[in-house]
């Protein structure tokens, strides 16, 4: 069975690290019981370190494949496709009518650690990140 959740039900905040790893706990919680859809649009702000917080400890226990990240926002799509690319993890996703998930693409990573600004993500516009 799969659980939608509403990101904001795991933290007062989506915004710093420390929320990020707040929600880990939570949503961990939620994890022993099956598969979770993590809802993230509808927060006023929701920042790369709060969702890299979510999947590195994800990661750490191997439960990233457990969590589809849902959402139909552009800007939220680019920072999990540069965590995917960072972390070197594959993040599943899904836009809100899509009714399959996939692989985030990873956006690709300039030499020395920074994005490239030059390099759209692959496959962006047509598919925002979600083949």
Same mark, same amino acid.
């Given at each position: 069975?799969?659980?939608?959740?509403?990101?904001?039900?795991?933290?007062?905040?989506?915004?710093?690290?420390?929320?990020?790893?707040?929600?880990?706990?939570?949503?961990?919680?939620?994890?022993?019981?099956?598969?979770?859809?993590?809802?993230?649009?509808? $927060? +006023?702000?929701?920042?790369?370190?709060?969702?890299?917080?979510? *999947? #590195?400890? !994800?990661?750490?226990?191997?439960? &990233? $494949? +457990?969590?589809?990240?849902?959402?139909?926002?552009?800007?939220? *799509? #680019?920072? !999990?496709?540069?965590?995917?690319? &960072?972390?070197?993890?594959?993040?599943?996703?899904?836009?809100?009518?899509?009714?399959?998930?996939?692989?985030?693409?990873?956006?690709?990573?300039?030499?020395?650690?920074?994005?490239?600004?030059?390099?759209?993500?692959?496959?962006?516009?047509?598919?925002?990140?979600?083949?």
């Amino acid at each position: 069975m799969v659980q939608c959740v509403r990101v904001e039900m795991l933290s007062a905040s989506t915004v710093t690290r420390e929320r990020g790893a707040e929600a880990f706990e939570k949503l961990a919680t939620l994890l022993k019981q099956g598969n979770v859809e993590l809802q993230l649009d509808g $927060t +006023e702000l929701l920042s790369t370190p709060f969702l890299d917080e979510i *999947v #590195r400890l !994800l990661a750490s226990r191997n439960q &990233v $494949t +457990e969590v589809t990240f849902v959402t139909d926002n552009a800007d939220t *799509v #680019r920072k !999990l496709q540069r965590i995917a690319a &960072v972390r070197d993890v594959t993040i599943f996703g899904r836009g809100g009518k899509q009714p399959e998930r996939a692989p985030v693409v990873p956006m690709p990573v300039a030499a020395g650690g920074t994005f490239s600004a030059t390099k759209p993500p692959v496959d962006a516009q047509s598919h925002r990140g979600f083949p």
